[in-house]
């Protein structure tokens, strides 16, 4: 059952809730209606059918409660959007031409932002259930729901054609945040969309993942290859993530509208100095403690030191830098063989054929071990 709200109490309590939610850092905010994309289903369904979700099994496993607020809590009516700024305070993209440096995309470059904006959302839904006597659920990023669409049907902004929200007031650095609730409340008007003839997006992404403008096959995007899949890096990418260690910005770093953006107030949210260019030859040395030490609350340590250490070797085989090879060769007998296999990729990269060629077989004769032997095999003959 919907919770009844009397007539004259919603302009009163939604005027109370964009008071709060600004004082929280809620610098966008808007109410759509539960059922207001029934279009989301096909879309949804359109992109699973394509396989552009690669093993996010996740996905196709919630896909009925993803596309659809009602089927994830039927008591839901309203759906309130929010969005913390999250801008930098330099250009994201300066540090891709420091070969020896590392990239780490703006969001996660201080604090994990789910916990940030999950306290603040919890706040702000303690509030209207105060009020209203209305039930209350708080989403932020990990929940099956789809937050861009329905933060653009909240009037927050509109998807650009690289699939993110994009707001006239924080161009494309905005996280989202959602809170579901048994209250009728009254929706703002959908934002249009207003990209025109702009297509900055899809000609910056160094790997073409934009199969369509406003569609993304993220089995091609770096931030998925580099945060979300497990195995090693498709050959096909090496090259191309460069030295995106965590995540990339490329596209969202070119949109005209970021000329709105400014700097995140949310001191948590501003980057760290230490990780706006950090050192390759600092981060492949560290071990899991120093890994975990440097990146406590910090959104990369869920990826792990193994695949933290994948991303660091690609970007040294990248980097041109001869000098790093030896911190690389170091790597060659690392337990992970994900990280083994990213080492041997990145010293044929820096060394000269023979020198890697006696590397392998002084390597091949210290290691009985047969796997040791087959992804040295299996890399020397690429
Ligand atoms: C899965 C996911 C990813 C995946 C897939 C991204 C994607 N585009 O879906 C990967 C790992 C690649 C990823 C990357 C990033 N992500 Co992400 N991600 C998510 C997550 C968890 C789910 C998104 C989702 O539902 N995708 C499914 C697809 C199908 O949904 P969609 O993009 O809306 O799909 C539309 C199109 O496919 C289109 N469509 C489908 N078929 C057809 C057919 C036609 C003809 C047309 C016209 C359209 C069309 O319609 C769909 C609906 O609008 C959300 C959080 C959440 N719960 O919403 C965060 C989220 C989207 N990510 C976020 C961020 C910040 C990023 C990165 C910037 C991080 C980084 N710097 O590395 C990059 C950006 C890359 C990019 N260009 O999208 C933010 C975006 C904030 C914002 N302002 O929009 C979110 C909202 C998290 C948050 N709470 O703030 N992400
Ligand atoms: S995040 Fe990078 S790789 Fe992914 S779509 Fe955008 S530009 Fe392309
Ligand atoms: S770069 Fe251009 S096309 Fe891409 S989202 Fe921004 S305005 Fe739209």
């Not at 596309?67 to 929010?82: E, F, H, N, V, Y």
């Not at 703002?188 to 369509?212: Q, V």
């Not at 995140?264 to 390759?280: G, I, V």
Request: charged share 25%; with cysteine.
């Amino acid at each position: 059952m919907p919770t009844l709200i009397s007539e004259a109490a919603p302009a009163a309590l939604v005027t109370e809730l964009k008071a709060r939610a600004a004082a929280l850092g809620f610098g966008a905010f808007g109410i759509t209606s539960a059922a207001a994309r029934p279009d989301l289903r096909d879309k949804l369904q359109h992109a699973l059918a394509e396989g552009w979700h690669g093993d996010m099994e996740w996905m196709a496993e919630t896909a009925e409660r993803r596309a659809s607020p009602s089927a994830l809590w039927d008591g839901a009516r309203s759906i309130i959007m929010l969005g913390v700024n999250y801008g930098p305070d330099s250009d994201p993209l300066a540090t891709l031409t420091r070969r020896d440096r590392g990239t780490i995309s703006v969001y996660a470059r201080n604090r994990d932002y789910h916990e940030i904006i999950k306290g603040k959302l919890k706040e702000l839904a303690g509030l209207l259930s105060r009020r209203s006597g209305a039930e209350v659920k708080v989403f932020v990023d990990t929940a099956p729901v789809m937050e861009k669409p329905l933060a653009e049907a909240a009037g927050l902004g509109w998807q650009g054609k690289h699939t993110v929200l994009v707001s006239r007031d924080y161009g494309s650095w905005l996280f989202l945040g959602a809170i579901f609730t048994s209250a009728d409340l009254p929706a703002d008007e959908p934002h249009e969309e207003s990209c025109g003839t702009c297509r900055r997006c899809l000609d910056i992404c160094p790997t073409a993942a934009f199969p369509a403008p406003f569609q993304l096959d993220a089995r091609r995007c770096l931030a998925y290859l580099n945060i979300e899949h497990k195995g090693p890096i498709p050959l096909e990418f090496r090259a191309a993530m460069g030295n995106r260690i965590y995540g990339c910005d490329d596209c969202l770093a070119v949109c005209p509208w970021n000329k709105f953006a400014s700097v995140a107030s949310e001191a948590r949210l501003q980057a760290r100095d230490e990780l706006n260019a950090p050192a390759l030859s600092d981060l492949v040395q560290l071990d899991d403690a120093g890994f975990r030490a440097l990146f406590a609350g910090s959104p990369i340590k869920r990826i792990g030191h193994g695949r933290f250490l994948r991303n660091v070797l690609i970007a040294i085989g990248n980097s041109g830098d001869v000098g790093l090879a030896p911190l690389a060769e170091a790597r060659l007998g690392d337990d992970d063989p994900l990280v083994r296999g990213a080492a041997i990729w990145s010293v044929r990269r820096l060394v000269p054929r023979d020198r890697a060629n006696a590397l392998a077989l002084d390597f091949m004769a210290r290691e009985g071990d047969i796997t040791v032997r087959s992804e040295w095999t299996a890399e020397l003959t690429q």
